[in-house]
């Protein structure tokens, strides 16, 4: 298949990546996004495009894709509702309704985030947002949308986080990782579980469209069995 990942230079982008290029039944993986991701394989290629709002004059190389992972996200720290909203609500809908009309035989796979309030009425704000978002993806004609919402991630094979606080979250933690890992498995998740998880509902689907960190690991493990 085909894959289009939207983030690769990311955590959550960049561990999916590798399952997609160490993946055998992956015969290509395009990267999008406002930088390059550094890597050179046979199967991946590379769309720096700077605005992520639009991509009207990129559509040709947006075609002909089986499955997109969108990883893209921002923190909300700092941030009013109106300014959250255009970075995740707004920023994702327009990479997904240009996808969902080029490519309406893809799988769509959203990496949101534990917590996020599908009832799109709760008092904690990117909670909010993310769950409008959630329901308004699932409201696209694409063949396929599952929505990720995984907590703790610990990133292995070199990955690192590309927010400062996660980073220093990750340090101080990483003696830890492994051993909440063991005690928790269906709780702490690794960037190696998400993307084969990933790799699963683009093969097969899946029995739910969202999916806690539970069902991701369930499906993850499932693949390194």
């Known amino acids: 298949m085909n894959v289009l990942i939207f983030g690769a230079t990311g955590m959550v982008g960049r561990g999916v990546l590798r399952e997609c290029l160490l993946a055998g039944d992956v015969a290509q993986v395009q990267a999008i996004g406002g930088t390059a991701t550094g890597q050179s394989h046979p199967k991946l290629m590379e769309l720096v495009h700077q605005d992520l709002f639009d991509y009207s004059t990129i559509e040709a190389d947006l075609t002909n894709f089986d499955a997109c992972f969108f990883c893209i996200g921002v923190t909300s720290s700092g941030m009013v509702e109106a300014q959250y909203t255009r970075l995740t609500y707004e920023l994702t809908l327009s990479a ?27 008092k904690v704000m990117w909670a909010r947002v993310r769950g409008r978002l959630e329901n308004a993806l699932q409201r696209l004609p694409f063949k396929a ?79 390194m069995a």
Request: aromatic residues 8%; positive net charge; hydrophobic residues 45%.
């Open 96 to 122: 997904a309704q240009t996808l969902a009309r080029l490519n309406p035989q893809m799988t769509f796979v959203y990496v949101s985030g534990a917590g996020a309030d599908s009832s799109e009425i709760g």
């Open 145 to 223: 949308v599952y929505v990720f919402r995984p907590g703790i991630i610990q990133p292995l094979h070199g990955i690192r986080s590309k927010t400062g606080s996660y980073r220093w979250f990750y340090a101080l933690g990483r003696p830890l990782l492994p051993l909440l890992r063991m005690l928790m498995p269906h709780t702490v998740l690794s960037t190696e579980i998400m993307g084969r998880a990933m790799l699963a509902v683009a093969r097969n689907g899946a029995p739910k469209t969202v999916l806690e960190a539970a069902d991701i690991s369930v499906l993850g493990r499932r693949e």
